[in-house]
Nanobody
Framework: QVKLAESGGGSVQAGGSLRLACAAS????????MSWFRQVPGKEREGVAT????????RYADSVKGRFTISQDTAKNTIYLQMNSLKPEDTAMYYC?????????????????WGQGTQVTVSS
């Protein structure tokens, strides 16, 4: 059973940066892709960034392109999300997910392994 543990959330002013980490442990099979999602109360979980396990190919939501960078350290079984130029609208609970399937890497329905989430709050 794979377990995911996120860290690195916090509060920052607009324009600032944060780096999230997601460490995987257990019977690790990250699937085709691992991803970061975010969710605010009353809204659906949104795919933010995904990275393919095989070759490190990345994709991003339009809202974060050019500001966020997803990366992976396969030796540490960890993925990261570097978030720069943060905006108040980036405020959300951020979750990592593993075991995604091609075609669903940025869709929450493609995953059944989730971390507990880490809160990111950006003030104006």
């Amino acid at each position: 059973q794979v377990k995911l543990a996120e860290s690195g959330g916090g509060s920052v002013q607009a324009g600032g940066s944060l780096r999230l980490a997601c460490a995987a442990s257990g019977n690790i099979d990250s699937g085709a892709c691992m991803s970061w999602f975010r969710q605010v109360p009353g809204k659906e979980r949104e795919g933010v960034a995904t990275i393919y396990s095989s070759d490190g190919y990345t994709r991003y939501a339009d809202s974060v392109k050019g500001r966020f960078t997803i990366s992976q350290d396969t030796a540490k079984n960890t993925i990261y999300l570097q978030m720069n130029s943060l905006k108040p609208e980036d405020t959300a609970m951020y979750y990592c997910a593993a075991g995604g399937s091609y075609g669903y890497c940025l869709q929450s329905r493609g995953y059944n392994i989730w971390g507990q989430g880490t809160q990111v709050t950006v003030s104006s």
